[in-house]
């Protein structure tokens, strides 16, 4: 998202560098000739190159790198999506008693465990163990119950996207509708991202553990929704939204109902915002999202979490919620903070665990349980 001091990075690189450079692939992962359309905004487009690429991401520039969707000979079709979410929320005292079951040191040995990739960096070899990892322990999580399915979501680079599908009473008829919870898996180094490790605590290994720990508490207390709900783990958004693009373009083809998206993207940093003496919050991002859903899920943070939302903006493509939008999906983004207030120290060596606060973490895991377990139920036809 943003771009924090080279100096300072490169720094505190050299050290992990010269001990974990041995463990890590250093092949010619990054090619900065190659050459990427990119989609600054609706309908503008330019052809860059990889390099380019960096050194927009480097300026805090956001973008969606469309090439491999431009260059298919099948055209992704536009979906309309005509939903109407409930004025208020309507299962509170059933979901209820399983906000006690998150827990937040399970949240902490997976982010541990996340983090200690060199990289998660999508054409890396560790970013595709990373990706191992995080498929192994879903799966593990869904094996209570054989009628949850994860699997992955090839690409042309090694890193699998991950969706892990819980079927509702409705599956299979005319009026099932999905309802989707995403977090981006990858990390990146601004420098060079083939060389410098990238731990990605905040970005977004803490949207990664938050809805893996919303998943968790919602299995083991045996959900099951009317609607199909789906927790989504995309590779490549540091890329410029790649993986996200390319499961919301094969759900569009598919004609998938998706009647609602929840982005996690950065959910542990609170900081920022301490210190300049403003209250703790969850950021509702209200810029390039879905009004309604938007506006129920404000409705769900009030009900759910102890904290209340402030509004915020990011731009255009500033997380993988962008690519369900872009199809005809409705989304929305929550965010750790206001913007302006989110972490500094992301794309770095710096973005590390003991920056965040996990007890922030599963304030938005109540978000997301809650906006699981209420659109998980709700008529969502109109």
């Known amino acids: 998202m943003r771009f924090t001091s080279v100096v300072s990075a490169i720094v505190s690189a050299s050290a992990a560098s010269a001990a974990l450079l041995s463990e890590y692939n250093t092949q010619s992962l990054f090619n900065p000739n190659e050459l990427r359309l990119i989609e600054t905004a609706t309908g503008a487009q330019q052809w860059i190159t990889e390099a380019d690429k960096l050194q927009m991401k480097r300026a805090g520039k956001r973008f969606m790198d469309i090439t491999e969707l431009a260059s298919s000979d099948e055209a992704v079709p536009a979906v309309t999506i005509n939903v109407t979410y409930p004025a208020e929320v309507q299962y509170f005292d059933q979901a209820s008693p399983m906000l006690a079951n ?26 595709a163990d990373s990706s191992q990892w995080l498929f192994d322990t879903v799966k593990a999580v869904a094996a209570v119950n054989p009628s949850i399915k994860v699997f992955p979501f090839h690409h042309a680079w090694p890193q699998t996207s991950l969706i892990a599908r819980i079927p509702g009473l409705k599956a299979g008829t005319a009026e099932d509708r999905t309802v989707v919870v995403g977090a981006h898996q990858d990390s990146i180094n601004l420098i060079f991202p083939s060389f410098f490790g990238a731990p990605g605590a905040d970005d977004d290994g803490s949207g990664t553990v938050t809805i893996l720990e919303t998943f968790r508490t919602l299995v083991s207390n045996g959900f099951t929704p009317n609607n199909t709900v789906e927790f989504h783990w995309y590779s490549a958004e540091e890329g410029g939204l790649l993986g996200s693009q390319a499961i919301f373009a094969e759900y569009a083809k ?33 810029d390039f999202v879905h009004p309604g859903l938007t506006e129920f899920i404000k409705k769900v943070v009030s009900s759910y979490s102890k904290i209340p939302y402030v509004e915020t903006e990011c731009g255009y493509a500033c997380s993988d919620h962008a690519s369900a939008a872009k199809v005809g999906y409705p989304s929305a983004f929550v965010i750790e903070s206001s913007f302006k207030d989110s972490n500094p120290f992301i794309h770095s060596t710096r973005d590390t665990i003991d920056r965040l606060s996990f007890e922030h973490m599963a304030e938005h895991a109540k978000l997301t349980l809650g906006f699981v377990y209420e659109l998980g139920n709700a008529d969502l036809t109109e």
Do not use: C, H, W
């Not at 399970?106 to 970013?127: A, C, H």
């Not at 609170?270 to 919050?281: H, I, M, Q, Y």
């Open 102 to 127: 998150i827990s937040i040191d399970n949240m902490k040995v997976n982010l541990e465990n996340f983090t200690s990739f060199y990289t998660r960096y999508y054409k890396s070899p560790t970013g």
């Open 254 to 286: 598919r004609k998938i109902q998706v009647a609602a998206m929840l982005q996690q993207d950065m959910t542990g940093y609170v900081k920022k915002t301490l210190d300049n003496g403003l209250p703790e919050s969850l950021g509702v991002i209200t």
